[in-house]
C-alpha cells in the first residue's frame, strides 16, 4: 500500500484511539491538541481523508446510534483489520526515519555573506522571538489538556515540538552571540 498522507495517518490514530469517530469528534480532538498549529490541517481535509481512508478500506462506516439535535445521524466510523496494519506500518516508518530540515532557513543560512551582519541578527532576533511565541502557545496548550497528567503518547505529541523549538532558540542565539563576536573583530 501507498504511504499514507499526513491527514490520513493522523485520522487513523485519532479513530483507533477512540474505536469510533465522528469527522466532528475527529475535527474538536484536533483543536483540543493544537495539531493545527503544525500539521495543516483543515476542515474540509478532515472529510476529504476519512473518505479516502473508507475508499482504501482501511475505516469503515460504523453506526453510532445516537442522535443529537435535527440533523441527520453522525456518520461514525471505526478501524479495519487492514487500517490497524496500515497504521502500524505507518507509525514505525515514521518513526525509524528522519525528518527534512527546513530547507528554507538552510538557504538564508547560505546566504548570509550577502547580508550586513546586523541585519541578519536583527533577523535571527525576529527568529528568537518567533520561536518564542509558537512555544509558548504549545506550552499554554499542553498545559491546558492536563501538562505531566497526559498519558505518554499525548505528552510526546507536545514534548517533541517543545524540545525542538528549545534547541532551536540555542542554535539561533549562539549564532547570533558568533555573529556579534564577529562584528566586534572587525570594529
Known amino acids: 500500500m501507498d504511504q499514507l498522507s499526513n491527514v490520513e495517518f493522523m485520522l487513523l490514530q485519532m479513530i483507533a484511539e477512540r474505536n469510533q469517530a465522528s469527522g466532528y469528534d475527529i475535527h474538536k ?21 476519512l473518505k479516502k481512508l473508507n475508499d482504501k478500506g482501511l475505516i469503515k462506516s460504523a453506526d453510532s446510534g445516537e ?16 487500517g490497524m496494519i496500515a497504521l502500524r506500518n505507518e507509525i514505525i516508518a515514521s518513526l525509524s526515519s528522519s525528518r527534512e530540515r527546513d530547507n528554507r532557513f538552510d538557504l538564508g543560512l547560505a546566504a548570509l ?26 506550552r499554554q496548550k499542553y498545559e ?44
Not at 456518520?75 to 479495519?80: E, K, N, Q
Not at 528549545?166 to 555573529?179: D, M
Open 67 to 82: 442522535k443529537s439535535g435535527k440533523g441527520p445521524m453522525p456518520t461514525r466510523f471505526a478501524m479495519t483489520e487492514a
Open 29 to 49: 480532538l484536533i483543536d483540543q491538541r493544537g495539531y493545527r498549529e503544525w500539521a495543516n490541517i483543515g476542515t474540509t481535509s478532515i472529510y476529504t481523508g
Open 113 to 138: 555573506p550577502f547580508v550586513e551582519k546586523a541585519e541578519a541578527i536583527e533577523a535571527l532576533r525576529k527568529r528568537l522571538d518567533f520561536l518564542g511565541g509558537a512555544l509558548k502557545n504549545i
Open 144 to 187: 491546558s489538556q492536563g501538562g505531566d497528567r497526559l498519558p505518554l503518547y499525548v505528552r510526546a505529541l507536545f514534548l517533541h515540538p517543545m524540545n525542538l523549538i528549545e534547541s532551536e532558540q540555542a542554535y539561533v542565539a549562539n549564532l547570533i552571540n558568533e555573529l556579534l563576536e564577529e562584528m566586534k573583530e572587525h570594529v
